[in-house]
């Protein structure tokens, strides 16, 4: 499966974006997706994650303010992200694994089962 990120860009603090991860090759349904983010220097944290049966997980830091949701007829996946604060500022990248069960991506081990990542998208909040 091939991932393409958009949606990034620059916004005050207490902004909204909404990011968009969208899947050629293969259809979503088929995988684990999550939403990474990266600051230089810094390990790459997990963000959000979905199941397709719709479950979720998110990293307590944004737990209340990013909502990663689904369209499987898009073969899209979202990040929907409010109340945005400077600490948000970082990389985004979506990535997906096929597994038999999607754990939290709040556990820094499940970032190595995603295989499948996308170019990435800068989101700024100043």
């Known amino acids: 499966v091939q991932l393409v990120e958009s949606g990034g860009g620059s916004v005050q603090v207490g902004g909204s974006l909404r990011l968009s991860c969208v899947a050629s090759?293969?259809?979503?349904?088929?995988?684990?997706m999550g939403w990474f983010r990266q600051i230089p220097d810094r390990e790459r944290e997990g963000v959000a994650g979905?199941?397709?049966?719709?479950?979720?997980s998110y990293a307590d830091s944004v737990k209340g303010r990013f909502t990663i949701s689904q369209d499987n007829a898009k073969n899209t996946v979202y990040l929907q992200m409010v109340s945005l604060r400077p600490e948000d500022t970082a990389m985004y990248y979506c990535?997906?694994?096929?597994?038999?069960?999607?754990?939290?991506?709040?556990?820094?081990?499940?970032?190595?089962?995603?295989?499948?990542w996308g170019q990435g998208t800068q989101v700024t909040v100043s």
């Open positions: 090759g293969d259809t979503i349904g088929r995988y684990c």
């Open positions: 990535a997906a694994y096929s597994g038999s069960w999607c754990y939290s991506v709040r556990f820094p081990s499940t970032q190595r089962l995603f295989n499948y």
């Open positions: 979905i199941e397709s049966d719709g479950s979720t």
